[in-house]
């Protein structure tokens, strides 16, 4: 069988080029994806250091009022549309061709334009920036009336740019999820059927699933919101007979399930990592799998639960109050499954581990804060205070952005054949889990309190926890500072990588590190079992002794 | 795969062991049913704005002209039936008859397009009328642009036609044109019912 397998094709001829074009192959745009959003990141995250920097005395006084607005109007935007999406979008191309066999994703070209949107409309909203009048000020949510004001009657204007990014964000995402889909679908290696699928696989579909639902509507009332805005319509303006609230729908059908776009991939990372660091089979697999979907279905079902003081009836607010809360059931299951894996397992508490075991603490408590805001009383109470803020920033960055480090730490040596630093990592870690709590745990309190969000001055009574925030904010600012060193340095000379540095599971760990263009081409190995078959001696794959043989031979020779 | 397009409709491409089929059409309709939603939420937020309204219709505007759209809605109905109609002939290897009726059936798209000119130029409001107006004019356009599309696909899938040996391999793009027809057909009978038959 040996001389069937993926052998010894030329990796090193390579141009590091390439990632600056227009390349088709899958494992590039997923570096470029990743690249281009930790670009962004950098700018968003700048933006929220202004921001906690205006935060950390009551006064307005680092930035004018006005200028204020467009802040937090673009770091929510940016660090959305901008990074969020995209490094996930990059860890897709990434995994799934990989960890399904796949020679490449199933549309080539469209995923590589796809791509290429990103830094399309990236610019377009960093442009806003420079424009009369400066950029948007409506918040990320962008409601009307506010966001269908042109006070300056310019054609092109902040808010307009803000919706032709977001529109072309849309069309991206959409791209892209026809792809994710199709590839998943249709390319699996033979033999691994729905039920041999790896968990990020599943997780990914379902979060795929929801962009192609969801996104259309957003797309949809965005467009309504441009008409008024440059039209002249009153879809959304009161006087002329349109409805403001209208838009908070069609906004928040798309808005919520979206954190589930970002959240499912994030359990798929922890159900991927939790088992190789444990050296235990993933705790109810099935369980897990489906409900990911069971968290699509009522994913859906939940979205007025984003403004009900909105004048949203009595019945509404009980029957989404009820739905919301019973996303809590799929989701327990989930962590009820993590938590069973690492129980008696052998813990390895390297970087990625200890990413995941950080951001499922997050998770649970961002939960915990999750049902109460489901709560109609308590909602009404906290609604647009920092209480909200300080929740989604645990689901958003506690949870789903160290799920994300930890996904980088643990593929790198994959896909870069170069080995992280440990001791960066862990630093980054400690920074990253110490820094999230103080900038977010304090929201809480100051929330109940009834500081409102999208203010930059505030009663002298907020203060000592607002300092806390701000000061845990810029410890989050440094902490990416190990992580950028930790990358460049371990990716331009760091010790070279096995093809399975953490023995590891998965198709994708039968590839040389970093794969050969086209994958496994045409030997692509035939699936005999289920994922996760840590502690028992089962092959994944037929024929996996000679498959791996052959890779450390190669590895030998190099 | 940094050098392999993808594949024009119709042609085998290989994808690894197993696996020699050409995913297009999957493609193709998970993105139409990503599409629909548009539709849904524009459907839906008509459907609330004109239940919420004090005065739906403007002043000086009674309603609709419904004959002249039942006219069209019967046009656009008959087009996927003699869209099936090619499809059957191409099936049968009558490359002729498929493309006669193939063009019928764009006749009858452009026909449709001029019947919502015609209707559009006699209109008494506009579209900033309130959201009478706007939602109006948004659905119609919105669904003619749909129209325009699919004409101009039926119009590119009738060019590759004559490009030699182009069908022997399986006929992706007259399938995904003919499912995209009919989509806009089927949007087309929704819009009619909520714009015409609704009555206050």
Not at chain 1, 16 to 37: C, E, L, P, S
Not at chain 1, 120 to 143: C, D, E, H, R, T
Not at chain 2, 78 to 102: D, N, Y
Request: proline share 7%; net charge neutral.
């Amino acid at each position: 069988m040996t001389s069937t397998l993926p052998l010894a094709r030329p990796e090193e001829g390579q141009s590091w080029t390439r990632y600056f074009g227009f390349n088709t192959d899958a494992k590039v745009i997923g570096i470029q994806y990743i690249v281009v959003a930790f670009f962004f990141f950098l700018i968003g995250g700048f933006l929220a250091m202004i921001i906690r920097g205006e935060l950390i005395t009551p006064a307005s006084d680092l930035v004018d009022r006005t200028v204020y607005n467009g802040l937090y109007t673009m770091h929510g935007t940016i660090m959305l549309f901008l990074f969020i999406f995209p490094v996930l979008n990059g860890l897709n191309n990434l995994l799934i061709p990989t960890m399904i066999g796949a020679p490449d994703m199933a549309f080539p070209r469209l995923n590589a334009v796809a791509f290429w949107l990103v830094p399309i409309f990236g610019s377009l909203l960093i442009a806003s920036f420079f424009v009369p009048g400066g950029p948007a000020y409506s918040g990320w949510w962008s409601y009307p009336p506010v966001s269908i004001q042109n006070p300056l009657g310019n054609l092109i204007n902040g808010q307009g740019l803000w919706l032709v990014a977001v529109a072309l964000s849309g069309v991206s995402s959409i791209m892209g999820a026809v792809n994710f889909v199709t590839t998943i679908l249709r390319m699996r290696a033979p033999g691994m059927g729905f039920f041999r699928m790896p968990v990020f696989c599943w997780t990914a579909l379902a979060a795929q699933t929801l962009q192609l639902i969801g996104l259309p509507a957003l797309t949809g009332g965005a467009i309504m919101l441009l008409l008024d805005l440059t039209a002249g319509t009153s879809f959304y303006r009161p006087e002329g007979g349109g409805d403001p609230v209208l838009y908070q729908h069609f906004f928040w059908f798309y808005s919520h399930p979206a954190v589930y776009v970002i959240i499912l991939p994030v359990f798929g990372i922890f159900s991927e990592l939790f088992p190789v660091y444990s050296r235990k089979p993933l705790f109810g697999y099935v369980y897990v799998s489906v409900a990911s979907f069971i968290i699509v279905g009522l994913g859906l079902i939940v979205w007025v639960h984003h403004f009900f003081p909105s004048g949203v009836p009595e019945w509404m607010r009980n029957l989404f109050m009820f739905t919301t809360m019973l996303i809590a059931v799929p989701t327990g299951v989930k962590v009820f499954a993590w938590l069973g894996t690492i129980w008696r397992g052998k813990l390895q508490l390297t970087t990625p581990m200890l990413f995941c075991l950080g951001g499922l603490v997050n998770f649970v408590f961002a939960g915990i804060t999750g049902i109460m805001l489901a709560t109609v009383p308590i909602d009404i109470h906290v609604n647009n205070t920092y209480f909200v803020v300080g929740h989604f920033h645990y689901v958003i960055y506690g949870a789903a952005v160290m799920g994300i480090f930890a996904a980088i730490y643990h593929w790198f040596p994959k896909f870069t054949g170069r080995m992280p630093y440990e001791g960066l990592g862990k630093l980054h870690f400690l920074l990253t889990f110490v820094g999230a709590n103080l900038n977010f745990l304090p929201m809480h309190p100051l929330g109940l309190m009834g500081m409102p969000r999208r203010v930059s001055s505030y009663d002298p009574e907020f203060a000592f926890w607002n300092v806390l925030a701000s000061l845990g904010a810029f410890l989050l600012g440094v902490s990416i500072i190990p992580f950028l060193l930790n990358i460049i340095s371990s990716w331009a000379r760091g010790p070279r990588a096995s093809h399975n540095p953490w023995n590891a599971i998965g198709l994708e760990w039968l590839l040389p590190s970093p794969p050969p263009e086209d994958n496994f081409g045409e030997h692509v190995p035939t699936v005999i079992s289920r994922p996760y078959g840590y502690g028992s001696d089962e092959p994944l794959v037929e024929h996996q002794a000679e498959i791996e043989k052959a890779l450390i031979l190669q590895e030998a020779t190099r | 795969m940094t050098s392999t397009p993808i594949p024009p409709p119709g042609q085998v491409v290989a994808h690894g062991e197993g696996q020699h089929v050409s995913h297009n059409l999957t493609g193709f309709i998970i993105f139409l049913c990503s599409e629909s939603v548009i539709f849904l939420a524009f459907f839906s937020g008509y459907a609330i704005l004109r239940l919420s309204a004090l005065d739906w219709l403007p002043a000086g505007v009674d309603g609709l002209e419904w004959r002249m759209p039942l006219i069209n809605t019967v046009v656009l109905v008959s087009s996927s039936l003699t869209m099936v109609v090619a499809e059957h002939f191409k099936g049968k290897e009558k490359v002729w008859l498929f493309r006669a009726f193939w063009l019928l059936t764009m006749a009858m798209g452009a026909y449709f397009l001029y019947g919502q000119a015609v209707e559009w130029s006699g209109l008494k409001f506009g579209f900033t009328s309130g959201t009478f107006g706007g939602t109006f004019y948004l659905l119609t356009g919105f669904h003619g642009l749909h129209v325009a599309t699919g004409v101009l696909l039926m119009g590119l899938m009738l060019f590759k036609s004559f490009i030699p040996g182009n069908y022997s391999g399986g006929e992706e793009g007259v399938k995904a044109t003919s499912l995209f027809w009919h989509f806009v057909d089927v949007i087309w009978v929704i819009l009619f019912v909520l714009l015409y038959v609704w009555r206050a």
